[in-house]
């Protein structure tokens, strides 16, 4: 009697044991259902609505018999890619562009009008007359005419400031070469100059002697307007630097290319 109470019991527990396996089984099953439907959701939802219903190799089949939709798609495509290279282009270009004017404002800080016309047509490879390049001009121009006026204000500024140190160590009579050497020196030119330079290689114009020029210029305009300002002895002053050879930070040469 004890042996078949234990066999039904054991007979008990295999029951449950396969039922148990059974629902385990169902549940997979029901996982993987759900997870087809997932996926087939996603897939649709990236399909247009038309397409909804179809699969993808009935969607190329429709459209080998549409190749005009094909090609339009085709189209688009290049037309997205190439307008993201010629995005990439032009701000390579205006880089550029910014560089080189910075660069020719240490060359001359009044060129002849023709100076812009090469620079813009030699960046851009655009025609002078178009309005493009009528808007790089006008630009370049504005550049100028904001690097001039901020670079010889700071120099007045300047001599107002070493006139005021003179004052107060009681010093009297013209400025002396050795005042202006130890005043105006490199760190100095470096400090008003700062706008321009960061184009620069500054070790390049360093090693070929430039910017010694550079600093030689400014002690000139320094002396120059000790008295006040007096623009027409500044502009004379481009003779000293447009010959210079001013490294950009690129190492492109459209600046030293220019007829200055």
């Given at each position: ?132 390049a009528k808007s790089y001009l006008e630009k370049t121009r504005k550049f100028f005419i904001d690097f001039r006026n901020k670079f010889n204000q700071i120099i007045l500024t300047s001599v107002e400031e070493f006139k005021e140190i ?95």
């Amino acid at each position: 009697m004890k042996k078949s109470k234990n066999s039904n019991k054991e007979a008990a527990e295999s029951a449950d044991k396969e039922v148990i396996v059974v629902n385990e089984k169902r549940s997979n099953d029901d996982d993987d259902d759900n997870d087809d439907d997932d996926e087939s959701k996603t897939e649709n939802h990236k399909k247009p609505e038309v397409f909804q219903s179809k699969s993808n190799l009935e969607i190329v089949a429709w459209l080998v018999d549409h190749p005009e939709i094909l090609r339009l798609a085709l189209e688009m495509n290049n037309t997205d890619v190439a307008i993201s290279s010629s995005s990439k282009i032009t701000d390579d270009k205006i880089r550029l562009w910014d560089e080189s004017v910075k660069c020719l404002f240490l060359c001359a800080r009044s060129p002849r009008g023709e100076v812009f016309d090469e620079l813009i047509t030699k960046i851009f490879k655009i025609k002078i007359h178009s309005n493009e390049a009528k808007s790089y001009l006008e630009k370049t121009r504005k550049f100028f005419i904001d690097f001039r006026n901020k670079f010889n204000q700071i120099i007045l500024t300047s001599v107002e400031e070493f006139k005021e140190i003179r004052k107060n160590r009681a010093s009297t009579g013209s400025l002396s070469q050795k005042e202006l050497i130890d005043y105006v020196d490199e760190e100095f030119v470096q400090k008003i100059l700062s706008r321009q330079l960061v184009a620069v290689n500054i070790s390049e114009l360093t090693r070929n002697g430039g910017f010694n020029t550079l600093v030689d210029f400014v002690r000139e305009i320094f002396k120059i307007s000790w008295n006040g300002k007096n623009l027409s002895a500044v502009k004379e002053l481009d003779n000293m630097t447009k010959k210079l050879m001013i490294p950009s930070r690129s190492g492109n040469k459209i600046v030293d290319s220019l007829s200055l």
